[in-house]
């Protein structure tokens, strides 16, 4: 049997304002042309088709286009929510998506309950475990979040996944391909850095064991770097399907190919993918700006600029977008003559992390927050957050 493992679409993503939907829909058709031309059996999507619980117009007709055209093709598909997606959202869509030959599901659920996607495929039967993810405040009951504290929760949301896997697992069938397919983060994963901070925190990191060992293939998705992970069974990320942020410059994207029969650990193929706008970061200092600006004037993707400077000059971003209009991001790196540091690091901006940013808000001006309001403010951003899902 052979399978394709994709995940981490984020249909819908924009950076500085530029929708990255087209190049996301370039990759799906190479991924729809590779699955014709190679007969694959089934398709797994491990969350994060869209980049927000509300996607557009655009972004949603991106991703039920795929799979529609993979049904003509006769090739079945599941996809499940991801930290990003709307689990509320994809499972009342998940009847239209069955008429299309995919089985979607946006919050977990037990083996009996449909957890565990049973599928006939060319090459065989195909037993899919499907953890879509599911937020701390989801899983555990309100007891449990107000009486107890947070080392208490998170010992009890991650023995109640770790259940949940393993009721899967006790739900594969002996003669079946089984593999499970979760959006998760996995002790010893590599960021890229863009993905969610929060849901790769400590809270949602899961040691090996947690898979159970009866897994063919463990589908992951949310870590946007391909990479295996160390693990009993074969367990694999895929990666996004594009650049995703400047944190992933010079990444390698594509999708994974799983070569699996009944009763045997899984081949595994990572399958590279067009980069279409690639992105570049440029480091330079003010008296060398010229030279990389012509060097990078017809560069095919998209850039940022750090610029080493001394005082940041009127009309930096003009000066250098004039040259290079691809530029999205220009920042000034001001440089500092001390004996202690010669420059500041520049931070990313473009990266907005809330708690991060309302404990910087007070540091800037010299006040110290106890503890106990970093964490009702960090509370009342996850009510809310977990709201729009």
């Excluded at 398709?43 to 117009?57: E, S």
């Excluded at 990078?296 to 009309?315: M, S």
């Excluded at 001390?338 to 931070?347: F, G, H, I, R």
């Amino acid at each position: 049997m052979r399978i394709i493992h994709t995940s981490d679409w984020h249909l819908g993503r924009k950076l500085r304002g530029i929708d990255r939907t087209p190049e996301i829909a370039l990759a799906l058709d190479e991924i729809l042309t590779y699955a014709q031309d190679q007969s694959i059996d089934a398709v797994l999507v491990a969350g994060d088709i869209f980049d927000v619980p509300n996607p557009t117009v655009e972004a949603e007709r991106v991703a039920y286009e795929f799979f529609c055209k993979l049904n003509q093709l006769a090739i079945p598909a599941v996809a499940i929510a991801g930290n990003h997606d709307s689990a509320t959202r994809i499972d009342s869509l998940a009847q239209l998506l069955s008429l299309a030959g995919v089985r979607a599901l946006g919050r977990p659920r037990l083996a009996e309950d449909g957890g565990v996607v049973s599928i006939d495929t060319a090459s065989g039967r195909l037993c899919v475990g499907a953890m879509p993810f599911i937020s701390e405040r989801r899983l555990l009951s309100a007891d449990d979040i107000w009486q107890k504290d947070s080392l208490e929760q998170r010992a009890d949301y991650k023995t109640t996944v770790t259940t949940i896997l393993q009721n899967l697992a006790d739900g594969f069938q002996s003669k079946a391909v089984n593999v499970m397919m979760a959006h998760m983060t996995m002790d010893g994963a590599k960021f890229t850095g863009s993905e969610a901070a929060y849901y790769s925190g400590s809270m949602y990191s899961f040691a090996g064991q947690a898979i159970p060992s009866e897994c063919q293939y463990v589908a992951l998705g949310h870590i946007h770097r391909p990479q295996q992970i160390p693990n009993a069974a074969p367990t694999y990320y895929s990666g996004s399907l594009i650049q995703v942020d400047f944190g992933e410059v010079g990444d390698q994207k594509g999708f994974n190919i799983i070569e699996v029969e009944s009763g045997r650990p899984a081949k595994v193929k990572f399958q590279p993918l067009t980069c279409q706008k690639p992105l570049k970061l440029v480091q330079c200092h003010w008296q060398d700006l010229d030279q990389h600006l012509e060097a990078n004037r017809d560069y095919g993707g998209y850039l940022k600029f750090v610029i080493a400077v001394d005082i940041p000059p009127v009309g930096l971003a003009d000066r250098v977008r004039k040259s290079c209009p691809q530029a999205i991001i220009v920042e000034p790196k001001l440089t500092v003559h001390s004996s202690k540091a010669q420059e500041l690091v520049a931070q990313d901006s473009h990266r907005f992390e809330p708690i991060a940013e309302f404990q910087k808000f007070y540091r800037d001006r010299d006040r110290h927050l106890a503890p106990e309001v970093i964490a009702a403010f960090q509370e009342l951003y996850m009510e809310f957050s977990d709201a729009s899902h």
